[in-house]
């Protein structure tokens, strides 16, 4: 999967050129191919209209249980319970860390939810 930054270079456009076919200011998208910025709705769908692709494909990760034809707004609630588990787990004190997502793998295993 590719990056919003490999989308755009691919595509030969520059952050200022998106901007002015967008509205969304270079920062903003500079700070959003960087990873410190988390766009919000009107952002990822003004970006998913001008490439004309979904937007977690652009970031260039899959959200678990979603397609390309998934709507936006079920790809980005997904995306927000998946935030909310990572924050969980790092709230784990680290020295345990480890132990309880070996644990948590063997439990989704049995599960079958999960396959290495």
């Known amino acids: 999967m590719r990056s919003l ?17 967008t509205g969304i200011s270079p920062a903003t998208l500079s ?5 410190k910025s988390i766009a919000n709705y009107n952002t990822r769908k003004t970006l998913e209209d ?6 977690d494909w652009i970031w260039g990760y899959h959200v678990i249980g979603m ?15 998946f935030r909310k ?3 969980e787990v790092a709230s784990i004190p680290l020295d345990i860390r480890g132990e309880f997502i070996d644990l948590l793998i063997v439990y989704l295993e049995r599960l079958k939810l999960f396959r290495k």
Not at 31 to 35: A, K, P, T, V, Y
Not at 50 to 55: G, Q, R, V
């Open 5 to 21: 930054k490999q989308v755009r270079k691919d595509n030969q456009l520059t952050l200022e050129m998106v901007a002015e076919n």
């Open 31 to 35: 700070l959003i191919e960087q990873g």
């Open 85 to 87: 588990l990572l924050n």
């Open 50 to 55: 001008f490439f004309d692709s979904p937007i």
């Open 67 to 81: 397609d390309k034809d998934s709507s936006l707004e079920a790809r980005m609630d997904a995306e927000r319970t």
